[in-house]
């Protein structure tokens, strides 16, 4: 017998609490399969196997999709099961939204030539947090910053590729004249300026 | 996308030694970069100056042609673009 979970486009934990559910209700030796569209969904499952002690295996489907088989080995009154499976960076899924807004394309107050480097290692160390931020917003000089010959493209586009979205204010670019040399992420106007803003859970700003 | 990577982090005794590292590491042409020092070497505030590993021995000879006084060698697992 197979139970089918279609669990992709679902926030974690669902996908585990769904499949933990079809596993209580299952017999020995019964198929779980479950469709996910992300790896941490993945390793949270195989981690749900690992407790439940239950047979695992997965195989990638499509560029978005994993396939993931539990076998039901122990039935729900005879298996010692473990409540807390601690799951895999869940937190990305609804953890904090974080934006980050730099207003300046140097950091605090004081010598430029500072200011300059402290931002620098600003958007560098945003690249090494395991949580990203969900949106980095520029505007007045800090739009100098998304803009060609800036010292922290590389790490924008680093952040854009992880699905950060880069946000520069349409109208700085214009009154700097970078209109035409904007070299990561999009324009926004000052209405989805305020509304990202609005929108976050923390807003940091160096 | 980003991936784990091993880098050699050169460490400084104080910020303006590391500006200057950079400084002349950059007139050397030789790749890497100023990054804030990471948590893992110190938690003390400071720059550090990344590069890759087969990068020690040039790096070494070019501190000592300039002058530059490297505090510490370390090698640290970053993130960074693939």
């Not at chain 1, 394309?105 to 620098?120: N, S, T, V």
């Amino acid at each position: 017998m197979e139970t089918k979970i279609d669990a992709r486009g679902m926030a974690c934990p669902k996908p585990v609490i769904l499949t933990k559910k079809a596993m209580d209700n299952g017999r020995k030796g019964e198929e779980i399969c479950v469709l996910v569209d992300n790896t941490i969904a993945v390793e949270n499952l195989r981690k749900l196997a690992a407790s439940q002690k239950a047979d695992y295996k997965f195989r990638k489907k499509g560029e978005k999709e994993y396939e993931v088989i539990l076998t039901v080995q122990q039935e729900t009154d005879e298996a010692k099961v473990q409540e807390t499976v601690e799951l895999e960076n869940c937190s990305i899924k609804t953890g904090k939204k974080t934006v980050v807004v730099l207003s300046s394309d140097k950091m605090g107050e004081g010598e430029e030539k500072l200011g300059k480097i402290l931002i620098k290692g600003f958007v560098y160390a945003l690249t090494q947090l395991e949580q990203l931020p969900s949106a980095v917003l520029f505007y007045n000089s800090g739009a100098f910053l998304s803009c060609e010959d800036s010292p922290v493209l590389e790490d924008l586009k680093l952040l854009e590729e992880e699905g950060v979205e880069i946000c520069t204010c349409g109208t700085c670019l214009d009154f700097y004249g970078l209109k035409e040399k904007l070299a990561v992420g999009n324009v926004v106007n000052m209405y989805q300026i305020v509304q990202t803003q609005v929108q976050a859970d923390l807003i940091l700003k160096p | 996308m980003r991936e784990r990577v091993k880098r050699l982090v050169l460490s400084f005794s104080t910020t303006t030694q590391a500006m200057a590292a950079e400084q002349w590491f950059q007139r050397k042409n030789l790749p890497g970069r100023l990054i804030p020092l990471p948590g893992s070497i110190s938690a003390e505030c400071g720059l550090a100056w990344c590069t890759e590993i087969e990068q020690k021995r040039t790096v070494e000879q070019a501190a000592k042609e300039g002058a530059i006084q490297i505090q510490g060698i370390h090698e640290v697992m970053l993130y960074e673009r693939k």
